[in-house]
């Protein structure tokens, strides 16, 4: 209340907002059943921050706050997933507020009541706040319109007055927070040295010779790696194996889909709503009692029909078509009006023959090859199999069917020959267009009839009966499950199932692996009565069954050989193919070792390498080798280099340095707006792993 008393003080009004944007996320289930869950347990911490613990009490009064902000902004309550990303937002603020606050404290940094009355009415308005009151019309900042709400939060319902007051709570963290990253990115700079030798990086280019030797001249098995060695790379590369805790998990799912017997039934309803539907006094209000989608009374050309209404053309109003089975659904169809529409609409099939190139004569080799085709049709050839065989884009596995299309939709060349047909065929001329000559079948001449079409759809869903055999068989197998053993030879024994792996699934993830919305899961894995080698009970997840058992853990630090070997093989297997290859490299040319090594060795030249960027044209990405091109003389040669795709052995043909008087000014600005864009994140990481923050939220969400 302190902001908004200052601001009454010096303005004399009140302060008030409105749902449309306000709220700030600046970090950024159900609460009484998570509760309800934890009725019975005495430990109700949902983490720590710098030793200190976060109680669920804390976490979920903020968490509110950012429900309310939802619900008054989007006029909803939030899905499970959305609710998922408030938990991580109401998360997120209390390490911000826990592990910043000490630094904040270290420097002095405080906020006046003058700076976040700047914020709200002076010069320095917050952008939340501008945005709120900014003229959609005019894009101009309306002061008036502020200070108006402002004078009436009173008077405002209750949820908007506690939706001011959360965001005139959080200002002054937020703005410590941009003080706080502003001292920091501002005490970085870059010296006239770094800027120089920058410039100096992108200018000065190199003419090379160089022997490579790709990593895939040697056979993956042909080489070996033992878990010593993995372990050695991964102790040599920690900082690119950090990670969090994880757990590995089995699982087996078990979908509830419908059967024959269901889509019978569903089909039997259909077929009775049809006879209904025919004499229906009023056809929108039968759509809205009776289909599983709502009415749509808009009248549609045929290329906005459904392909299986498109085959009953021309239709007959009043006639109900259907049922038709598609997509898991049954679908009746009413045609209840017709007329002339202002777009005509049109079927066609085509035969499109590309240039290999834009010189007059690859233009007239591909009329020539067109003409060919097109004479071949008219001499009694299958078009569509002509399509398959000579078309150049995606049609021609369709047989060169471009289904139904209005006007506009095509290039005008393409249009004027298809909607200029007064009837269905073949046309006797090529036509031209930017994508090259067309051999066109107009499959449907254009019109311009549109309809208007009532549809009822029904989903074939699984019955309580199917639901209960998949349920019953899920039971089944958590029966034969009593451990990890039994549950792998379970679901060998059954060729219907099929066993799939999650591995490091993290304490916030949201899935497992292709099973999303998946919380129930990662909660039980990581419970601490779940042991490695547990098999949970049966989840229910969304239309499906889920068995899961825990294969594994993984601790916070540095990965482990199992977790990261398919990656960590890849480095260390290239690692021993380099011995082997430099091992071979012998003679005092580059041609000589090309020669020694065998045909897989090539020499290659490359102009215009540029140190800064430490890539070889025609070859990728190699900053090694790069480098060590300008630490050479003319004429001199590297020793073999292991690279990122091969073995190089370089050698310098002359350089072009950078010119003198280089643009430092662009060279510093280019170097410290780098700097910049990585700075806020790493503040950010480098506080946290200071805070020694434990999230234990996945014990309760």
């Known amino acids: 209340m302190a902001l908004i008393n200052t601001i009454r003080e010096k303005s004399g009004w009140a302060v008030g907002t409105v749902a449309v944007g306000m ?30 613990d976060v109680n669920l009490d804390e976490f979920n009064a903020i968490l509110e706050q950012s429900k309310e902000a939802y619900v008054s902004q989007n006029g909803r309550q939030p899905t499970e997933q959305e609710l998922q990303g408030l938990r991580d937002q109401a998360w997120n603020q209390i390490v911000f507020r826990r592990a910043f606050q000490p630094e904040f404290d270290k420097l002095g940094l405080q906020v006046t009541d003058d700076e976040l009355t700047d914020m709200v009415q002076g010069r320095n308005i917050h952008p939340t706040i501008k945005q709120a009151f900014t003229d959609p019309k005019t894009g101009q900042f309306d002061r008036a319109k502020v200070l108006e709400y402002l004078r009436n939060l009173d008077k405002m319902p209750p949820q908007q007055q506690a939706a001011w007051y959360t965001f005139e709570q959080n200002l002054p963290q937020e703005r410590m927070g941009n003080k706080y990253y502003a001292l920091m990115k501002n005490s970085e700079y870059v010296t006239t040295a770094e800027a120089q030798r920058y410039a100096e990086a992108q200018a000065a280019k190199a003419n090379i010779r160089y022997l490579f030797v790709p990593y895939f001249s040697i056979s993956d098995s042909a080489v070996k790696v033992s878990d010593a060695q993995l372990q050695d790379y991964i102790s040599r590369n920690k900082a690119r194996y950090k990670v969090q805790d994880g757990r590995d998990l089995e699982y087996v799912v078990i979908p509830v889909t419908a059967s024959k017997e269901d889509s019978a039934s569903v089909r039997q309803t259909v077929n009775e709503l049809a006879q209904q539907f025919q004499t229906a006094p009023n056809d929108s209000l039968f759509v809205r009692a009776q289909s599983d989608q709502p009415y749509n009374g808009t009248f549609v050309s045929p290329a906005d029909l459904p392909e299986k209404l498109r085959q009953q053309l021309p239709l007959e109003q009043g006639k109900v078509y259907g049922p038709f089975a598609e997509n898991g659904t049954f679908s009746l169809y009413k045609v209840t009006g017709a007329k002339a529409g202002t777009t005509s609409a049109a079927r066609a099939s085509h035969i499109l023959i590309k240039a290999d190139g834009a010189t007059p004569e690859a233009d007239a080799a591909a009329k020539a090859k067109a003409q060919g085709i097109l004479n071949q049709i008219k001499g009694g050839a299958d078009f569509a199999t002509l399509a398959r065989q000579y078309g150049t884009d995606g049609t021609a596995p369709l047989g060169g069917d471009l289904g139904w299309f209005t006007s506009g939709r095509m290039v005008p060349e393409f249009e004027k020959a298809v909607f200029g047909a007064t009837s269905a065929g073949l046309l006797p001329t090529l036509t031209k267009t930017s994508f090259g000559y067309h051999i066109i079948k107009v499959t449907a001449p254009k019109t311009n009839q549109t309809y208007r079409v009532a549809t009822v759809t029904k989903s074939i869903t699984p019955s309580d009966a199917t639901n209960d055999v998949a349920y019953q068989r899920a039971q089944e197998l958590k029966g034969k499950a009593s451990d990890l053993e039994a549950f792998r030879k379970a679901v060998a024994a059954d060729k219907t199932l099929q066993k799939q792996e999650a591995k490091g699934v993290g304490k916030s993830d949201q899935n497992v692996g292709n099973v999303p919305n998946a919380r129930e899961i990662i909660r039980w894995a990581y419970d601490k009565k779940t042991e490695v080698g547990g098999v949970s009970d049966v989840f229910t997840i969304g239309d499906q069954y889920v068995i899961a058992a825990v294969t594994g853990t993984r601790e916070k630090g540095t990965a482990d050989v199992a977790s990261v070997k398919p990656e960590v093989s890849t480095f260390v297997r290239n690692e021993e193919k380099a011995k082997q290859i430099i091992a071979k490299l012998k003679g005092s040319s580059l041609e000589q070792m090309a020669s020694a090594y065998g045909s897989t060795a090539q020499v290659r030249t490359a102009n215009d390498v540029a140190l800064g960027q430490g890539v070889i044209p025609g070859l990728g990405a190699e900053p090694v080798a790069v480098g060590t ?39 510093r600005t280019q170097l410290q707006g780098m700097r910049s864009s990585r700075a806020t994140g790493a503040i950010y990481e480098a506080v946290r792993e200071k805070a020694d923050v434990k999230d234990e939220r996945v014990r309760f969400f």
């Open 23 to 52: 709220l700030l996320f600046i970090v950024g289930g159900d609460l009484i059943g998570g509760q309800n869950r934890l009725f019975n347990r005495q430990d109700t911490t949902v983490g720590s921050v710098n030793g200190d």
């Open 629 to 667: 091109v300008f630490g050479l003389k003319p004429g001199q040669r590297s020793a073999p280099i292991q690279g990122e795709q091969g073995v190089l052995v370089v050698e310098l043909v002359n350089t072009t340095p950078a010119p003198a008087g280089q643009d430092l000014k662009t060279a």
